[in-house]
């Protein structure tokens, strides 16, 4: 049996021949159901390729996105690229520099997110990866080890709830973690048993660290979440009972145990019940924790604004540029929240520049967002003169995407007349468009294209690569443009009709890609597309039978 890992390059061009003579889709025998297989094949073959032109962090997770996407017909082989996977991040850990350790981490962390679903062993060995070099609370990258195992917990709970309390386990050793309350919620509505085990070490751990916030998320578990205990709520009120009996005399909530006050005050029935010997000393610290100050004498605040013009109004009065820019955009927005569409863009329009700098990215998301659906709401009243009024006076790097918002939406209601005019336009701007997410918004065209006009497909995925390629040519500075955008390897999801329309055309087409990685990621997306018409057309011939390899 030949290695995947020992494919050739120079072989890949005799497959490409034998898999793929140079003739148009539309002269294949369509109802050949090993063609789509050998099209897999064949990306197979290029993205092993691919491989060993990415570099040491991006190789793996590669690896791990391949293995996904064959794991339902080829597990042996998916098997081997995990492992490839897992051995590429472990070597050479040991003399690596502290950038490169929080990259291998990050492409661990990524690949551990792809194998949960597959693979146990592969999953336990990640973890174990994380806890063999991770210090609790040392640092973001053992709060990010926490969340990845956590998260691979969450992936899993379903299918192997043990797996999850595994790794539920090894995140909690890892350091604080924003998805660990989410995990014990979904752990304790599955399976009780394991659901007590992790909250108990988690109490212990939340007791023996003085950690309070974690503390207040299993005091919401307990009380709050499913199959309540009240010996579980026991435990946990005598946990927090310390706490709260050595808050000092001095009120405020910034005193040790006046933390827990807040949260403990809803609670004092459940240590009446509960915990009836410490009950009175919480009482009176939760009191003393709570207690206005004596000595304020500031007048009671007054109401805040809550309608579009009162918030306008503390926006002409407010001090500083942060607190106008805070009232202008609630008012922007609560107009938006009223359907009062023209109304929350004459009020986006009227902010300064530096206004629009105190949003950070939120004025330019709102300001195509809100024309959009002005846009769509005059022409549900078949008014297309304001609605090109709105979309003119949208500003040119947003108005691309306020032509496809509105072209999705009018292909939705049926107006396909409507839609394509306005699809055309926002491909025309969207090729001047200079963003971050102007790949996403050539994805979203080309699924709409499918549908509208499948002709264009082609010509609009070549623009997509022609993008691609200059979002990532070098800037003044020597940096690239979004430069691992890729790190995950998410297979890019281009629609199956592209494929279906001219295979050995988007081959080349892709070929075309300049980045290794951004390549690698849409033939990932080719191969998925490849392998699930074939998984289609197996079914529907022969159900039950469609088991492949992958060479």
Known sequence: MRKPGLVLFAGLFGLAALFCPPVRFAQQDKKS????????????????????????????????????????????????????AIHDLENGASYESQPDRRRRLAAARALLKITARMDKVSSDHLASLFMSETNPNSGADDRENANSLAGAALEVLERDPQQALELGLASL???????????????????????????????????????????????AVAFNGPAPLDELRRNVLSVMAPFLLAAPGATGDGASGCRLAAITEPLLGQF?????????????????CLRPSRDSTEPAPASPPKTVEELLQAADKAADVSERASYRGRAAYLASQQEDFDRALQI????????????????????????????IAHLKKADRYGADKIITSTPAALRAFVQISVANAMADNGDQGTAIRYLNEGRQGLQKVDADDAVDWYLSLLRR???LAPNEGPAVFHELIEVMNHRDE????????????????????????????DVNGVRETVSLIESSAARASARLGLLNSSLELWRKETAANKPGKNKARAH
Request: aromatic share 12%; glycine share 4%.
């Open 449 to 451: 294209y499918e549908s």
């Open 474 to 501: 070098p800037k003044p500075s020597g940096e690239t443009k979004n430069s691992g955008s890729y790190s995950s390897m998410a297979p890019m999801k281009l629609p199956a009709f592209l494929l279906q329309r």
């Open 173 to 219: 050793r890892a350091g604080r973690c924003s998805q660990f309350t989410a995990l014990l919620w979904n752990l304790r509505a599955r399976d009780i048993a394991l659901g007590d085990v992790l909250f108990i070490a988690a109490l212990k751990v939340a007791q023996a660290a003085a950690d309070q916030d974690l503390l207040t998320s299993l005091a």
């Open 272 to 288: 009446d019940r509960l915990l009836p010997e410490k009950a009175p000393f919480v009482r009176n610290s939760v009191a003393r």
């Open 348 to 375: 986006l329009d009227g902010f300064s520049e530096e206004e629009r700098r105190e949003l950070d990215g939120t004025w330019e998301n709102w300001r195509w967002d809100f024309a959009s659906s002005a846009a």
């Open 33 to 84: 159901e090993d063609f789509w297989l050998l099209q897999a094949r064949v990306f197979t073959d290029y993205l092993l390729s691919d491989a060993a032109r990415l570099d040491r962090f991006d190789r793996p997770v590669m690896l791990g996105q391949l293995a996904a996407i064959w794991w339902k017909d080829d597990q042996e082989h998916a098997q081997v690229w995990v492992q490839k």
